[in-house]
């Protein structure tokens, strides 16, 4: 099995940062891409910003300059740092993986819990 563990998440004023973490663990054999999604009150949920196995990032255009998306593949984690905080930014955060298991050759899509963030004016 496979799960995605995210922390990080919290209160923070306008203006503020945060970082996000999210370690995925179990029976991995590799993981090609690892992202951050975000859904706000009321609406569909968001790509924010995903990074290959090559390091190759994507970003939504609402966090693009603001937000930096990192891992570190040796622990199998990914990082969401979020400068300039606004309270647009308010949603829970759901870490993202595709991945392949040793006992299985197809790539799977694994979802973490889900973290809050909330910005306050």
């Known amino acids: 099995q496979v799960q995605l563990v995210e922390s990080g998440g919290g209160l923070v004023q306008a203006g503020g940062s945060l970082r996000l973490s999210c370690a995925a663990s179990?029976?991995?054999?590799?993981?090609?891409?690892m992202g951050w999604y975000r859904q706000a009150p009321g609406k569909q949920r968001e790509l924010v910003a995903t990074?290959?196995?090559?390091?190759?990032?994507n970003y939504a255009d609402s966090v693009e300059g603001r937000f930096t998306i990192s891992r570190d593949s040796a622990k199998n984690t990914v990082y969401l740092q979020m400068n300039s905080l606004n309270s647009e930014d308010t949603a829970v955060y759901y870490c993202?993986?595709?991945?392949?298991?040793?006992?299985?050759?197809?790539?799977?899509?694994?979802w973490g819990q889900g973290t809050q963030v909330a910005v306050s004016s």
């Open positions: 993202n993986a595709v991945l392949r298991q040793y006992w299985n050759d197809r790539l799977s899509d694994y």
């Open positions: 990074i290959t196995s090559g390091g190759s990032t």
């Open positions: 179990g029976s991995i054999f590799s993981i090609n891409v």
